[in-house]
């Protein structure tokens, strides 16, 4: 059924308008946040675009997942760090039969990591690192040091070898923070079976990428939108990909 409400509107319950059927044994979703004229940053970054409400929607996504999926560019460029909630959002999780904490799981071909930064906590969840046989060895060797590295692929990562990897260890709540060129490649592999797209009021002008960048698709794909829902002007749109 498709709405246009007020997130916080009477009536409007934000994990229900997200949650994800418990007998749906596998389930990606990707989120993005972008301008009315269809860009994903300004100055380089996704946080001019946002919202309070967003921050919201995002966080449950967040904390409605057992990984977060996100390509090494966007980790590079936002400074990811592992994910460890506490509180309410803690309470949250725990709620929903999830793990304290979600995985991070990165997607890197070159592996040029901080090992210092954020990325690689010592306390689990250990963080994931995808990449294919193409990467550097050295490198490799030296990610293992700090992260569980899953080399799917032989030339470049397979994406679709990279969703069964993730899925044997149980990991089946799939949140895949972009940025858009993994998303390409994951809309390539058709692997991505929810869009949740946050569209600000904002024009921001020519530059910044839309939210599939780099590879091209080989025809548009298809979506079916489940809801709308807005604050502040901001637009929360929920779709699924329809995989023909
Ligand atoms: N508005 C939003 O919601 C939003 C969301 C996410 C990101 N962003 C913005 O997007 C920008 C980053 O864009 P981006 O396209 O560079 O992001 P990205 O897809 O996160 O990063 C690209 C890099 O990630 C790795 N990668 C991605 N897909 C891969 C694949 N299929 N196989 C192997 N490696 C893969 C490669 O890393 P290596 O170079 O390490 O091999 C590649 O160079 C940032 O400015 C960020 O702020 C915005």
Same mark, same amino acid.
Request: charged share 25%; with cysteine.
């Given at each position: 059924?498709?709405?246009?409400?007020?997130?916080?509107?009477?009536?409007?319950d934000?994990?229900?308008?997200?949650?994800?059927?418990?007998?749906?044994?596998?389930h990606?979703?990707?989120?993005?946040?972008s301008?009315?004229?269809?860009?994903?940053t300004?100055?380089?970054?996704?946080g001019?675009?946002?919202?309070a409400?967003?921050r919201?929607?995002?966080?449950?996504?967040?904390?409605l997942?057992?990984?977060?999926?996100?390509?090494?560019?966007?980790?590079?460029?936002?400074?990811?760090? #592992? !994910?460890?909630? $506490? /509180?309410?959002?803690? &309470? =949250?999780?725990?709620?929903?039969?999830l793990?304290d @904490? *979600?995985?991070l799981?990165?997607?890197?071909?070159?592996?040029?990591?901080?090992?210092?930064g954020?990325?690689?906590p010592?306390?689990?969840?250990?963080?994931?690192?995808?990449?294919?046989?193409?990467?550097?060895?050295?490198?490799?060797?030296?990610?293992?040091?700090?992260?569980?590295?899953?080399?799917?692929?032989?030339?470049?990562?397979?994406?679709?070898?990279?969703?069964?990897?993730?899925?044997?260890?149980?990991?089946?709540r799939?949140?895949?923070e972009?940025?858009?060129?993994?998303?390409?490649?994951?809309?390539?592999?058709?692997?991505?079976?929810?869009?949740?797209?946050?569209? #600000? !009021?904002?024009? $921001? /002008?020519?530059?910044a &990428? =839309?939210?599939?960048?780099g590879?091209?698709?080989? @025809? *548009?794909?298809?979506?079916?939108?489940?809801?709308?829902?807005?604050?502040?002007?901001?637009?929360?749109?929920?779709?699924?990909?329809?995989?023909?």
């Amino acid at each position: 059924m498709r709405s246009l409400l007020p997130i916080a509107a009477e009536g409007v319950d934000l994990e229900a308008s997200y949650a994800v059927a418990a007998d749906v044994p596998w389930h990606v979703r990707v989120s993005f946040i972008s301008s009315a004229d269809g860009a994903v940053t300004v100055d380089g970054r996704a946080g001019g675009l946002g919202s309070a409400g967003d921050r919201r929607v995002f966080a449950l996504l967040r904390d409605l997942s057992d990984v977060i999926v996100v390509g090494a560019g966007t980790a590079r460029a936002e400074g990811y760090a #592992a !994910p460890r909630p $506490t /509180g309410r959002r803690l &309470d =949250r999780r725990r709620r929903h039969g999830l793990p304290d @904490a *979600p995985t991070l799981a990165l997607v890197s071909e070159r592996l040029a990591f901080d090992p210092e930064g954020g990325l690689f906590p010592d306390d689990e969840p250990r963080t994931v690192v995808i990449t294919s046989g193409a990467s550097p060895p050295e490198r490799r060797a030296e990610v293992a040091r700090h992260a569980d590295v899953l080399v799917c692929g032989a030339a470049a990562v397979d994406l679709v070898a990279a969703a069964a990897a993730l899925r044997d260890r149980g990991l089946s709540r799939v949140h895949c923070e972009g940025g858009p060129q993994l998303f390409a490649t994951a809309l390539r592999a058709r692997v991505v079976d929810e869009l949740c797209l946050t569209l #600000a !009021p904002l024009l $921001t /002008g020519p530059g910044a &990428d =839309r939210i599939v960048a780099g590879v091209g698709l080989p @025809a *548009p794909a298809q979506m079916v939108l489940d809801h709308v829902l807005e604050e502040d002007g901001y637009l929360f749109l929920r779709y699924q990909l329809l995989h023909s």
